[in-house]
């Protein structure tokens, strides 16, 4: 397939440390995925805890896709030419995920690039609906 993935296991619950430190692309294949699971890290909004990582980080990877897992609905934090997603959980587990969950990915790589497509496998969505009576 001439792909390599990359990943770093988090080796306890909460941690400082990016998953995205330290990885080094090998120039032995041509497409480059990086498995990471932790928070982007959004000036202001996140405590820092539970592995942050930049969006700095994903640009400068030179992955063509980053594979972003913690956040249980879709998200995309692709950078530049280089393709970085959370999606999400394949149910919707609350309502605090709207309708951004209930999703797989397809993601599709060759010399013309990286592609993404959203594809819904959840069957529920939660919403909240406001009746006037």
Partial sequence: MDITVYGKANLSPQGSESPLQG???????????????????????????????????????????????????????????????????PETLSFEEGEDSGFVLLVSMDDSGTRIEKKRVGRYIWRTIDLVV
Wanted: a negative charge.
């Fill in 23 to 89: 990885l080094v692309k090998t120039d032995e294949t041509a497409y480059h995925v990086a498995m990471a699971h932790g928070e982007i890290a959004i000036e202001g909004k996140l405590s820092g805890d539970y592995y942050p990582m930049k969006t700095k980080e994903i640009a400068e990877s030179g992955m063509n896709y980053v594979a972003l897992g913690h956040w249980h609905r879709y998200a995309d934090f692709s950078q530049g030419a280089v393709k970085a997603c959370y999606p999400g959980a």
